[in-house]
């Protein structure tokens, strides 16, 4: 049972314009969610959180925005840069104990 | 500051051999953690640890194992290689489980049995 899910393997969008990637979850108990961003033979590195209690969170170019009666996540970032040319992954812990749930990933790809 | 040292970062193994991924952080975390990803899929915790000594399964722990004898230093063994161990593995570590404290990984160690 996927708990949390991102339906779009993958994105292009062009430079400057607004990058919205998406996140869906079952469990309504989970405290928290994070994005990961992954480079190409790197690790995955933490990019944004938000607390189950905000329904937003700005850190200069990305946002995260939550609805929880939808149990929808999404992170926009704006503007896009080539930098941000990665593949980007929605967490969250399992209710109760220190495992994090990922998504399977979109890939973002910024056109020059 | 190095963070998640693994080693190492590419590996083959036929099936039925055995190796050890080994991975060490220099941050005194103490949570680490071992995941794999496999092509078009999340990452899966294989297993886990919440300070030396003291190891528990996650998602997908069969032929694996773990020990955690020191805060630093938390190997993964595998004991007899099968295909469907080709993956890439990632090891994390963090402080504290909670949002403010999210993980840092290692850069991986592509594994291939053949």
């Known amino acids: 049972d996927q708990q949390v899910k991102q339906n779009s393997p993958s994105l292009s969008v062009q430079e400057g314009r607004i990058s919205i990637l998406n996140c869906d979850y079952t469990?309504?108990?989970?405290?928290?969610f994070l994005w990961y961003k992954k480079y190409p033979a790197e690790g995955p590195t933490f990019l944004i959180s938000i607390s189950s209690i905000k329904d937003k969170n700005e850190d200069g170019r990305f946002t995260v925005f939550l609805n929880k009666s939808a149990k929808h996540l999404s992170l926009h970032i704006v503007p896009s840069q080539p930098g941000d040319s990665a593949v980007y992954f929605c967490?969250?812990?399992?209710?109760?104990?220190?495992?994090?749930?990922f998504g399977t990933g979109t890939r973002l790809t910024i056109i020059p | 500051n190095a963070g998640v040292t693994q080693t190492p970062k590419f590996r083959i193994l036929k099936i039925g051999q055995s190796m050890t991924l080994q991975c060490t952080q220099d941050m005194n975390h103490n949570y680490m953690y071992w995941y794999r990803q496999d092509p078009g899929m999340g990452l899966k915790l294989i297993y886990y640890?919440?300070?030396?000594?003291?190891?528990d399964k996650g998602e997908v722990p069969n032929g694996y194992n773990v020990s955690r004898s020191t805060t630093e230093d938390f190997p993964l063994r595998l004991e007899l290689a099968a295909p469907s161990q080709t993956s890439v593995y990632f090891c994390?570590?963090?402080?504290?489980?909670?949002?403010?404290?999210?993980?840092?990984f290692g850069n991986g160690t592509r594994l291939t049995v053949t």
């Open positions: 967490a969250a812990p399992n209710f109760g104990n220190e495992k994090l749930t």
């Open positions: 994390a570590s963090n402080q504290q489980y909670s949002y403010n404290s999210p993980l840092h």
């Open positions: 640890s919440v300070g030396a000594g003291i190891t």
């Open positions: 469990n309504s108990m989970f405290d928290y």
